[in-house]
């Protein structure tokens, strides 16, 4: 007797056609939420259907076939060589998957007025009544696209789910600003947010960087370059993050194609923010895992395994330890680079940015 659950997968492939033109025709966001409800048989037929072809056995099937989906459609690559277009087709594409919003009781638009110039800011307060310790949130995107509305739902899961205060920095993007003045804009807001700490209502001075991708990589830069200074933060939060500008390891070469994150984007990337200003790949203000690690605050790290930058991060987890430096290395093998941009549509992505926010919380309450 054949079971429930098979006949209904059966029916749902024979169903795979409209599903797929739904996928191609529809909104972006509305599709990829109606897919994501269909069981992974679905996902794995539609990247067949559509001819993905990698060979990523272990990799989400919802992410699967939202890449299947993309390359179908010819929409490739995070940062290409002209960075003014990379924002636009950025921006237009988070745009496309927004949905409603995660509630947080006060969302408000700030202007940091700091020495290396204003900055904007978007202030996140779960509970404006309440003391809550601060998370210094700064974007990824290669350093060259993104900001605070491609990041607006991440920074309200981490709110919400750490019970936190977040400050999400729009910090000036490469080519048209140098690592230099990049990271000392960032570490110019975190000092902001310090000598302001009374009147954010922060608890017992708790203030914390945080940042996926390039936003990890600043958030550790400047963690490194604030060591011993009283605004220094008491923790950090890295997903997935750009450590090493300089060295490929094996990750580099087996998830470079077909994916969120391309060896292409990595390469144009590295050209916009560090060979164009001339700065050496090893040097720490890019490439925090030749920096200074003795005395950094406890770090939290966060890698996927369908990641080109899987490896470097791993090994900088591992670094960490080795100079007395308290870690949390947590892999998610089945993800992709970019998953916690994608909660607004994958269920799955959203149950594991939780999960990570949550435990990170705890993190550094135990450290702290």
């Given amino acids: 007797m054949k079971s429930v659950n098979s006949v209904k997968g059966r029916k749902t492939v024979t169903a795979l056609p409209q599903k797929l033109q739904a996928i191609l025709d529809n909104g972006q966001g509305p599709a990829a939420r109606l897919v994501d409800k269909m069981p992974r048989l679905v996902h794995e ?78 202030h996140y307060h779960p509970a404006p009544n309440k003391k809550l310790p601060m998370i210094v949130f700064y974007h990824g995107g290669g350093f060259v696209v993104g900001g605070l509305d491609t990041h607006d739902e991440v920074c309200r899961l981490i709110a919400k ?39 954010l209502k922060i608890y017992k001075n708790h203030i914390a960087v945080a940042g996926d991708s390039a936003g990890g990589n600043i958030s550790t830069v400047v963690a490194q370059q604030t060591i011993g200074k009283a605004y220094a933060p008491q923790a950090q939060l890295l997903f997935y ?55 950094l605050a406890p770090t939290y ?27 949390e290395y947590v892999n998610y093998p089945d993800q992709t680079h970019g998953f916690i941009n994608i909660t607004i549509i994958s269920s799955k992505a959203k149950r594991q940015t939780i999960e990570i926010i949550k435990n990170f919380r705890k993190f550094w309450d135990q450290h702290n």
């Fill in 45 to 122: 037929s539609i990247a067949k259907v559509l001819g993905y072809p990698y060979h990523y056995p272990n990799l989400d099937a919802f992410t699967k076939c939202l890449m299947a989906v993309q390359i179908k459609q010819g929409r490739t690559g995070l940062i290409g060589e002209d960075p003014i277009e990379s924002r636009r087709h950025f921006d237009a594409q988070m745009q496309a998957l927004f949905h409603k919003a995660t509630f947080i009781e006060s969302v408000e638009d700030i202007r940091l007025p700091l020495q290396s110039g204003t900055l904007f800011a978007r």
């Fill in 301 to 327: 790290i966060i890698t996927a395994g369908h990641d080109i930058l899987h490896d470097e991060g791993e090994i900088y987890s591992h670094k960490l330890r080795q100079n007395g430096v308290k870690v």
């Fill in 241 to 295: 993050p750009v450590v090493d500008l300089k060295s490929k390891h094996p990750s580099f070469y087996a998830y470079g194609e077909g994916l969120v994150l391309t060896n292409q984007d990595v390469e144009n990337a590295t050209m916009h923010y560090a060979t164009q200003h001339q700065v050496a790949l090893d040097d720490p203000i890019v490439s925090p895992t030749y920096g200074q690690l003795k005395k």
């Fill in 161 to 199: 789910y750490a019970k936190a205060q977040v400050l999400s920095i729009d910090y000036p993007l490469a080519p048209e600003a140098s690592p230099q003045l990049l990271i000392k804009s960032s570490e110019d807001a975190l000092a902001w947010v310090y000598q302001n700490r009374r009147q």
